[in-house]
């Protein structure tokens, strides 16, 4: 494994300042074998298409946010609140915070909502004044002895209570929470200005702490957590719905690793989350050891593995797939001429192996080749350039030949896809065949394992798979890729007989011979996965791979007619 | 629990009823606390000169706090007016109807924002991206995420 990916554990801190270190206990321990003074090695063994990352839960990036204000705090000698509208207001840049403080304290701290401008010139030489923003209780209300009327919603019963900020703008509490909770709620703001029109103050922690239901206090926090995260490059929040996990990357924060780094992390969380409902300690564990990993890419907004092409690379394919939909759906259900004898020819069905009725001419329906080329699998047919293919297309039209190439990809781009899909009804079959197998056989539960296991590995490689093919669609001609396309053609096979022998019906008698030749096909088709993976991984880090577009970051295609749609 | 709406909608109306609207402005109906209807003329010298225009309201229960839906009226041959913040379904973009809303305004106020923007207009002329939008403007104006055009209205 070269040395780029690996940093040792005080590079992971520095994510967020030289000064500082992680807030400890968040970390899973998996610092604790740190030897005195030599570098920490990394983890067991990583390869070269995993990179190292951090996950951190909502409350450990609360402990750096906290250290942070803490800070802040003692260096500008203002309190907890003011702190945090000012951290916030400055996106958590805490040099530009403090030069922009001690160059105009009093100009940082209305910009930031804390304090209101002053009414008169204020001289610039005056001190900062830094008195808690948080008052709970307006000084006088607007009518005079007891008696208030809110505001904004004219109730003047009795007991009313008038809150307000410094600035002393009153409104009823029922208001105050019903505007702060629609904030949060209905706009998933957390700066919350005072209502009066033009007042500029925010209001602090302190004050939507007790303005707001618990519910909404605990929305307003993960808010902040979002915005803090959201300032910092080297953190990324976790993008599955109710998931307020963190994910901390350096090696995969700046634009210029993402040539040689597919930054594909999970946020250690796994399964969807409960929709509020707690679940007993069993329900968790269940849930832990089945629920699906939250992978996503630290580099890019594909919230999904999308290994072993790079960030640039997996956006410019499905930009593709999107803007081409239509075309690719119009060529899909088109006919087309037999490479033969020309007459026109139907496609009927899935099956890609097409026999005139004419000439009884065979031949693939994708590349156009002779089918006799392609033995009797359909996936010997993940090459497009043959030979065979190459000339009957030149027979037809230049662009709907760069149509038929796209089309090639896209298909077991999209039939991987539609399998992974499929990933939970196979999931589901798996299981019903592992009580099957408990029933029929003397096999125990942990023994029957071997389906659930190859089960997920069958569901890894189709992700790997469906993005070889984006990949290659794009690779450049030659040797490269060449050799690509046969780590893929192999992956494809492996992961074939595995997923035919997983559907294949039990046979008591058959248990045993069933079970090692699962276990020994799962064991391949995870060798032939990790090679793809790793040589791909390597080549980017070796500069090997070469485009035919030009890709940011990576080298101007050399020119290549006939490929680039 | 009742809504804010209607008690701040009933302070409003009373105050509409017994001070009445300012010059320009006139009630047209307000039979509940979720559609409103006002016309509005602008005074004076002005490009839109005598000519009244259609103003809805349409009110959430969390009214104030949420800002009131405020088009133009474009039905029954009613039309809006041709103004660069005016689209022609009637939507207008102006930032207190979005997010400088505040819950101290109130419908007259709103009213006269939209008075002064039609009587500051030099030149009548639709958006420049009013084709576009108007194609697939979503029916609620509250649901467009408006780049205001500028600052001041
Ligand atoms: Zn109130
Ligand atoms: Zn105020
Ligand atoms: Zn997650
Ligand atoms: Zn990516």
Redesign the interface.
């Known amino acids: 494994m070269s040395s780029d990916y690996e940093y040792s554990d005080d590079d992971v801190d520095n994510v967020f300042d030289d000064d500082e270190l992680m807030a400890d206990g968040d970390s899973d321990g998996d610092d604790g074998m740190e030897m005195d003074d030599f570098k920490v090695v990394p983890k067991a063994t990583r390869k070269a298409y995993e990179l190292e990352y951090d996950s951190l839960s909502q409350p450990a990036v609360e402990k750096l946010m906290e250290k942070d204000v803490e800070y802040i705090r003692g260096i500008l000698g203002v309190d907890d609140n003011t702190a945090s509208l000012l951290l916030r207001h400055m996106g958590w840049n805490k040099e530009r915070l403090i030069e922009k403080y001690m160059d105009n304290a009093n100009k940082t701290l209305v910009a930031a909502g804390v304090i209101r401008p002053e009414p008169e010139a204020v001289k610039p030489s005056k001190r900062p004044i830094t008195r808690r923003a948080t008052k709970q209780r307006s000084p006088s209300p607007p009518k005079s002895s007891g008696s208030f009327t809110c505001s904004i919603c004219f109730d003047d019963a009795p007991g009313l209570t008038p809150l307000s900020l410094e600035c002393g703008h009153a409104a009823c509490s029922g208001c105050w929470e019903a505007y702060i909770t629609s904030k949060i709620r209905d706009e998933a703001e957390h700066v919350c200005r005072c209502m009066a029109e033009g007042c500029g103050l925010v209001a602090p922690d302190s004050f939507i702490r007790g303005a707001i239901d618990e519910d909404g206090f605990i929305r307003f926090q993960e808010l902040l957590v979002r915005h803090f995260v959201g300032c910092n490059k080297n953190l990324k929040f976790c993008p599955y719905p109710s998931c307020t996990n963190t994910v901390s990357c350096p090696s995969g924060a700046s634009k210029s690793s993402l040539t040689t780094v597919v930054p594909i992390v999970s946020c250690g969380a796994r399964g969807l989350a409960s929709d509020g409902a707690p679940l007993s300690q069993s329900q968790e564990l269940v849930k832990r050891a089945t629920g699906k990993e939250h992978k996503f890419c630290f580099g890019c907004v594909i919230d999904s593995d999308h290994r072993p092409v790079v960030c640039a690379v997996a956006t410019l394919w499905l930009k593709k797939c999107r803007d081409d939909s239509e075309t690719a759906n119009w060529i899909k259900s088109n006919t087309k001429e037999c490479p033969k004898c020309v007459s026109t020819i139907e496609k009927n069905g899935g099956c890609n192996h097409m026999t005139c009725k004419k000439c009884k001419h065979e031949f693939c329906w994708v590349c156009m080749g002779p089918w006799s080329e392609h033995g009797t699998a359909w996936y010997s047919c993940n090459r497009y350039d043959e030979e065979a293919g190459v000339n009957a297309r030149d027979a037809q039209s230049k662009s709907r030949a760069s149509l038929e190439r796209y089309l090639h990809y896209y298909n077991r781009w999209a039939n991987h896809e539609q399998s992974a899909k499929l990933a939970q009804d196979l999931f589901a079959k798996t299981e019903k065949k592992m009580e099957e197998m408990q029933i029929t056989s003397t096999l125990t539960w942990i023994e029957v394992q071997f389906m659930k296991k190859a089960a997920e590995e069958l569901d890894k490689c189709r992700v790997t798979l469906k993005w070889t093919y984006a990949m290659a669609y794009y690779l450049a001609k030659g040797n490269q890729k060449e050799l690509f396309e046969d780590n893929q053609r192999d992956l494809e096979r492996a992961v074939e007989d595995l997923s035919e022998l997983l559907e294949s019906p039990i046979e008591p008698e058959n248990i045993p011979a069933l079970r090692q030749k699962v276990t020994d096909k799962t064991v391949y088709v995870q060798k032939r996965n990790d090679i793809v993976l790793e040589d791909t991984a390597e080549g980017f880090v070796e500069g090997r791979w070469a485009w035919n577009v030009s890709v940011d970051g990576f080298e101007a295609p050399a020119a290549e007619p006939d490929t680039a749609l | 629990m009742a809504s804010?709406s209607s008690?701040?909608l009933q302070?409003e109306l009373t105050e509409i009823h017994m001070e009445g609207c300012p010059v320009g402005i006139t009630l047209v109906k307000a039979d509940d606390f979720e559609t409103w209807w006002f016309t509005i003329e602008v005074m004076g010298e002005s490009v839109y000169r005598s000519e009244v225009y259609t103003l809805q309201f349409r009110f959430e229960p969390?009214y104030?706090?949420?800002a009131p839906a405020v088009t133009f009226v474009v039905t029954d041959g009613r039309k809006a007016p041709l103004h660069p913040h005016v689209y022609s379904n009637g939507h207008i973009c102006a930032s207190i109807l979005g997010n400088e809303w505040?819950?101290?305004?109130s419908v007259v106020s709103v009213c006269i924002t939209l008075q002064s923007m039609l009587a500051s207009c030099k030149k009548k002329e639709p958006p420049v991206d009013n084709d576009r939008y108007v194609r697939t403007a979503p029916d609620n104006p509250k649901k467009t995420r408006f780049v205001y055009h500028d600052d001041t209205v």
């Open positions: 804010i008690r701040r302070k969390n104030p706090i949420s505040s819950p101290v305004l």
